[in-house]
């Protein structure tokens, strides 16, 4: 992280610099998996004394930020076991509780559940667009983001575009067609 919790050494880019973490790590629950986010003193201790396991605070304090206690594969030996007594949705309301942030980890087979994924980006169905689909993620204060149509089917604007844009005629179009233009013929 490039903090004196890590002798300012810099972690490696995206997921991979989370191997090493083990306050700051994905957890198997016993359904799923979470993400622990106790780098801070404060969460690691309230984490600790919610689970009624003070010792690992009092062995391992940590630095009062950014403290990832890399490396330390006894703590994430405990932790592992702890994780796997609840479930992912057990965990997320004991969080709130006990003041320690721990996020769900989210799958293609439950982010839809998600209630914050349902409010903030709504699928838009099958039956509307042809295929399920995100609506675009940017939120704009006061404003509702149009829900896009369904994609042409091929040829569907072909007379259309022929006639109101290029200003052929029906007998031009129907000859364009039977020459083979379009493809084969409707």
Not at 99 to 116: K, L
Request: hydrophobic share 35%.
């Amino acid at each position: 992280t490039g903090n004196a919790s890590d002798n300012f050494e810099r972690r490696a880019p995206g997921t991979a610099g989370m191997k090493e973490g083990v306050r700051y790590q994905i957890y198997e629950s016993s359904d799923g998996h979470v993400l622990f986010m106790a780098s801070e003193r404060e969460f690691w201790e309230n984490f600790c004394r919610g689970v009624d396991r003070i010792d690992l605070f009092e062995r391992w304090p940590g630095e009062k930020f950014a403290d990832h206690a890399r490396n330390n594969t006894e703590l994430r030996t405990e932790l592992r076991k702890i994780f796997l007594t609840r479930t992912s949705a057990e965990w997320i309301s004991w969080s709130s509780e006990v003041n320690t942030p721990i996020a769900p980890v989210n799958t293609p087979e439950n982010i839809a559940r998600d209630p914050q994924f349902q409010h903030r980006l709504p699928w838009i169905t099958q039956d509307r667009l042809g295929a399920d689909q995100l609506p675009t993620p940017i939120q704009v204060l006061d404003h509702e983001q149009p829900i896009p149509d369904r994609a042409p089917t091929v040829g569907q604007h072909t007379d259309s575009v022929l006639a109101e844009i290029l200003g052929y005629d029906s007998d031009q179009i129907s000859e364009l067609r039977a020459a083979g233009v379009f493809g084969t013929a409707k």
